[in-house]
């Protein structure tokens, strides 16, 4: 009997100690955390912007790897490009980016210090893309996309915050800074069935051309010349579609070179008895592109090297059929 009291007393004393040193264990644990833990960090899975909606972007200022920047600013119920005079910006382009910012979460956290943030990309220095959120109260957030972690994901994290995150949400190409992304290019279209004359001139000479009954004559035409019918069709498709790379707003700047202009289109309409003049003016080359102005629009733009020596490069020789077409 004394065997067995002995053998009660210490399996009590045994679970005694092992409840002490456990709940030792668990003190230490929640002290680590608490003291380790980094200050002003997001709840698993909350919102990054819990408290704003849509309603409360104004604009949003993206800039890639490269530095190329796009401004878009709330205009009313529309949006525009704010640094080339407010171009009109198709809403449906904005907002779905803004809907993946509002979404971000931040339930997937893989590092909570500045150690990683070169390497991960979302450095002040080094980064993806950078997002300024301009809100409504005046209020900014600075958003850094960083690179991909092989997973469909990729890193962001506030400027303001050391903590970095993972989200499969929203990617680079979603913030791209590219104009075509959010704006209409077609900058010149016309009917091409509705043109009656067409009038280039460039320093290769003046083209004029004509349509009479129905077909096009070349006023240019030498002896033993033909004119080139099939080249003639191409010069309409080029002449009645022009689409912009992007606009640069409707103040004239002298650089642009349309007082001395490469290539000067003039074409002449006729829908339904209404008779109508368009012009096209190449200006100067910026970088791989034209500097252009149109009649129909309040806008200067940039056209791509294909749509500007269409003009530019057109010379005689374009319009007849050699001899090795004969």
Do not use: C
Not at 115 to 123: C, K, M, Q, W
Not at 298 to 307: C, F, Q, T
């Amino acid at each position: 009997m004394g065997d067995i009291l002995l053998n009660y007393f210490s399996i009590g004393i045994k679970d005694r100690k092992l409840q002490w040193l456990t709940s030792l264990a668990l003190g230490q644990l929640l002290l680590v955390l608490v003291v380790f833990w980094p200050a002003g960090s997001k709840e698993a899975g909350e919102l990054l912007f819990s408290d704003r909606t849509t309603e409360d972007i104004i604009e949003l200022q993206l800039v890639n790897v490269d530095g190329e920047r796009m401004n878009l600013a709330k205009q009313g119920d529309d949006w525009a490009m704010s640094d080339a005079d407010n171009f009109p910006v198709s809403v449906e382009k904005v907002d779905p980016l803004i809907t993946k910012l509002l979404a971000l979460k931040t339930d997937r956290i893989v590092a909570t210090t500045d150690n990683s943030h070169i390497r991960l990309e979302v450095s002040s220095e080094k980064y993806k893309r950078k997002i300024d959120i301009v809100w409504a109260d005046d209020t900014i957030n600075t958003l850094l996309l960083g690179n991909s972690a092989g997973t469909g994901a990729m890193h962001f994290r506030l400027m303001s915050a050391d903590e970095v995150y993972l989200t499969s949400a929203l990617t680079a190409w979603d913030a791209n800074t590219t104009p075509s992304r959010y704006i209409d290019t077609q900058y010149f279209a016309l009917d091409k069935e509705s043109i009656e004359s067409i009038e280039l001139n460039n320093n290769s000479g003046r083209f004029v051309l004509e349509r009479t009954n129905g077909k096009w004559l070349y006023d240019g035409l030498k002896e033993g010349e033909i004119f080139d019918q099939s080249s003639m069709d191409t010069f309409l498709v080029q002449v009645s579609s022009i689409r912009m790379v992007s606009p640069l707003g409707n103040t004239f700047n002298d650089s642009y070179g349309l007082n001395d202009p490469q290539a000067v289109l003039s074409v002449s309409t006729n829908n339904e008895g209404e008779l109508q003049e368009h012009s096209f003016t190449v200006g100067s080359q910026s970088g791989d592109n034209y500097i252009v102005r149109a009649s129909s629009s309040e806008y200067y733009a940039l056209v791509s090297a294909y749509n500007g020596n269409n003009l530019v490069e057109k010379t005689h020789s374009d319009f007849i059929v050699t001899s090795d077409e004969e």
